[in-house]
């Protein structure tokens, strides 16, 4: 198990989780320091999202200690556990916008949790989070797009949103469930580099589940791969092979399988 040198914002020790009798996670340990950018690698159902959960308290372990940002997880409730939450933004694969509302409104929403009262249109904020609003956009590149409804934007796009509406809460660390998942490769390299960069910039942590490996060794400090719930994996991205990467899948050096040439009958011509 890797151990950061700065000190660690979530730590987890000997995490079980099991869903009857299926085990989701099954003896994890690892800690994170600040300021790191760790991908988690694995086949679906592998433990990805459910130890993400973990994180915020979404789910609660069935054994073992989380620790994050100094609080053990499963123990806190209420406002504590709101308050936590507060620091920990969440990036979702299919990016939950409203699209129906302009992009700034839903950047706004990422402070519902911290102001009192229903908001019902953009005109209900407060100046101040309307201004920290734009202040997100304009770092994801997308103030041109304030006023325009989400649900036109492309995919990259609409996720670059749910990361600004993320960073307005100010969080200390960043989850991302398969972030790029439904983007085409380009504007997964775009978003994974808006996020990295963010991270180096706020010395924020993150903590991403990823499928594509070129992407993780690209853009992570650290990657833990997961199989069965189990780490099999916990190496520095820096010099770490597509085919060590591929280790966490059971596979090494896996290509495309070449397609056999398949011999059709044409239709005689007209002499």
């Known amino acids: 198990m890797i151990q950061d040198q700065r000190a660690p914002v979530i730590e987890f020790v000997g995490v079980d989780k099991r869903f009857g009798d299926t085990v989701a996670l099954d003896g994890v340990s690892f800690s994170v320091g600040a300021g790191s950018v760790v991908v988690l ?37 209420g406002r504590t556990l709101r ?12 990016f939950h916008l409203v699209g129906p509302c302009t992009v700034l409104e839903n950047v706004c929403t990422g402070l519902l949790g911290s102001l009192f009262g229903p908001r019902l249109g953009l005109a209900m904020y407060p100046r101040s989070v309307r201004r920290q609003a734009l202040e997100q956009l304009d770092r994801v590149g997308l103030a041109d797009r304030a006023f325009q409804r989400a649900d036109t934007l492309s995919g990259g796009q609409q996720q670059r949103v749910a990361i600004a509406r993320a960073l307005i809460q100010r969080p200390k660390i960043l989850l991302a469930d398969e972030p790029v998942a439904s983007l085409d490769p380009e ?12 991270s180096a910039e706020d010395d924020l942590t993150v ?40 280790q966490i899948y059971g596979v090494v ?13 044409l239709p005689a011509m007209a002499g």
Do not use: Y
Not at 83 to 89: H, I, N, S
């Open 41 to 77: 690698l694995g086949l679906s159902g592998s433990g990805k999202s459910t130890l993400l959960r973990q994180v915020n308290g979404l789910q609660q372990p069935s054994a073992g200690s989380v620790r994050v940002l100094g609080a053990d997880v499963p123990a806190i409730r």
């Open 253 to 265: 050096g896996a290509e495309p399988t070449p397609m056999r040439p398949v011999a059709v009958e």
């Open 207 to 246: 903590v991403c589940s990823l499928h594509q490996v070129e992407l993780a060794l690209d853009f992570a400090d650290r990657i833990i791969g997961l199989r069965s719930g189990a780490v099999v994996l916990d190496r520095p991205a820096a010099g770490l092979t597509r085919d060590q990467a591929m």
């Open 187 to 198: 504007s997964s390299a775009q978003v994974m580099q808006l996020i990295t960069a963010i």
């Open 83 to 94: 308050a936590l939450r507060r620091q920990v933004g969440f990036i979702f694969q299919n």
